[in-house]
């Protein structure tokens, strides 16, 4: 069944914008990014005053502000969804003069807009109803909300992509009876009808993996453009020796059969996620664990704009070598630069104490529309994009003329322990997620040397180019409108 994606946000709006005391039905146009399902992206009211028609039964737009809503929704490549309220009714249903006049304005607009896709919805003070258009007839669809929880009034009646499959069955076996007895057999049926996206299996992905497959998950698809080095066998989970060379995604594949004894189902791609997206379009869940902040920013602006839960990963390593030339501003070589800290060193011994070397992770849930985004967050470092995006013949020019450090080209430092504190951090918020268990957390900040974790609440910004109101939430992937913005052109002045 097709289904209506709204973030919390959307059902917020339009439940302030339509439900009013005065219990006028009111009217609003929902635009929605087309991808099977209809992705809400945006929400237009329609004043009282450019309402042809309204009462406490019955709302119509003037036929002038109808056409251009829909035109502007169509030339965005969107279809737009339009909403009414029943103010007096919490779990509403279309009226017959409802059905009547969709029917009405469904002949109307195939006429108009032939090929374009449409919907109705009806919201009340707790349920929503919609329909839309299947190319013969308006048949009803189901309603999601991404990040329900961040909600006052859950939506009545509305679906969770973490419903237990229609064929699952409770386990006689022992395998999850440990499982079992931490979150019911509910939340163990859910947990093998999910399916999650890992983009990224090194050292924190491969040990995301692994946990998954133990606590009996359906089906992952791993993303991993890269082979097994001899440097990662210090921390990738279920990889080893003799598979040096071979992709990673299919080392830990190979791994990922036996420890979920065969339950798993795996599918592999050795591709950058930039080249393969829709390779995560039946992922419920994504979780990135890659080291470029391009990757992550591609995930991101993707789990966006297909209102998709994006859960983000990572750690950081400064030791007093790193921060000594991450942080020169004369441009000190990394050599001048290990030379000076390691003088330090010797005249003030309180280096070897545990804080000299600072690591750090974090777990960040994307619920789009409802907590922060990346963006939101300001966490995309466009320095380090910028040099991502250069070729390998670019990149060593700059780094002869000294525009790149050669401290921002060394790999990262790493550690098999900060990567499992992180890892198991992760699954715990994926589990949270899925089973319902308890609430998700937005974000969570692990600080090493302290033994700390904190919990941070977000919200998601007006002002984010990605989920705020110029951004790209719900949009699907259409062909334009993408999230980095280029400058704007100078307007063509007129007299
Ligand atoms: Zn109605
Ligand atoms: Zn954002």
């Not at 109307?108 to 929503?128: E, K, Q, Y």
């Not at 329909?131 to 329900?148: F, H, K, P, Q």
């Not at 704009?305 to 004369?330: E, F, H, M, N, W």
Request: glycine share 8%; proline share 4%.
């Amino acid at each position: 069944m097709r289904t209506l994606r709204l973030s919390a946000k959307t059902v917020r709006r339009l439940r302030e914008t339509l439900l009013k005391d005065d219990e006028q039905e009111r009217f609003a146009f929902v635009y929605a990014g087309d991808e099977g399902n209809l992705l809400a992206h945006q929400v237009v009211t329609v004043d009282d005053d450019a309402m042809a028609r309204q009462s406490k039964t019955a709302c119509r737009p003037a036929p002038e502000i109808e056409r251009e809503r829909l035109s502007e929704c169509y030339d965005q490549q969107l279809a737009p969804v339009l909403a009414h309220s029943h103010p007096f009714s919490a779990d509403p249903r279309f009226s017959s003069i409802d059905v009547e006049s969709m029917g009405r304005f469904r002949e109307w607009i195939t006429g108009l807009f032939p090929d374009r896709s449409f919907g109705f919805a009806v919201v009340g003070t707790n349920g929503i109803e919609v329909v839309a258009d299947d190319e013969t007839r308006l048949e009803a669809i189901d309603v999601e909300v991404l990040g329900e929880w961040k909600l006052d009034r859950p939506v009545t009646g509305s679906n969770s992509r973490f419903d237990i499959d229609a064929d699952a069955s409770a386990h006689e076996d022992q395998r999850y009876d440990r499982n079992v007895r931490a979150f019911g057999n509910d939340g163990q049926q859910r947990l093998e009808s999910t399916t999650v996206g890992i983009v990224g299996v090194g050292g924190i992905g491969s040990m995301v993996a692994e946990q998954l497959s133990r606590l009996g998950v359906g089906e992952v698809v791993l993303v991993d453009p890269d082979e097994v080095e001899e440097s990662n066998l210090s921390r990738i989970s279920g990889v080893f020796d003799h598979q040096i060379g071979e992709p990673k995604v299919t080392a830990l594949r190979e791994h990922l059969l036996q420890s979920s004894g065969g339950s798993l189902s795996v599918t592999t791609v050795q591709e950058r996620i930039q080249n393969c997206p829709s390779v995560l379009d039946d992922c419920d869940t994504i979780i990135g664990c890659v080291d470029s902040v391009s990757a992550r920013s591609f995930c991101n602006e993707y789990a966006v704009k297909q209102l998709q839960y994006y859960l983000d990963a990572g750690v950081r390593i400064d030791t007093p070598d790193r921060t000594a030339t991450g942080t020169s501003s004369d441009g000190m070589t990394a050599e001048q630069g290990s030379k000076e800290s390691n003088e330090t060193a010797i005249e003030e011994p309180v280096q070897t104490d545990d804080q000299t070397v600072e690591m750090t992770g974090y777990v960040h849930l994307v619920a789009p529309g409802s907590n922060a985004c990346f963006d939101c967050l300001g966490r995309h470092d466009q320095a380090a994009a910028r040099i991502e995006q250069l070729s390998p013949t670019e990149r060593s020019a700059e780094q002869e003329r000294g525009y790149i450090d050669d401290d921002e080209l060394a790999p990262e430092p790493a550690v098999v322990h900060l990567n499992g504190q992180c890892a198991s951090k992760t699954v715990s918020v994926l589990v949270d997620l899925v089973t319902g268990v308890h609430t998700p957390p937005d974000f969570i900040r692990y600080e090493d040397h302290a033994h700390e974790m904190t919990e941070l609440t977000t919200a998601p910004s007006e002002h984010c180019p990605t989920c705020g109101t110029d951004g790209v939430l719900g949009v699907g992937q259409r062909s334009f409108g993408d999230a980095h913005f280029e400058p704007a052109e100078t307007p063509v002045e007129s007299d």
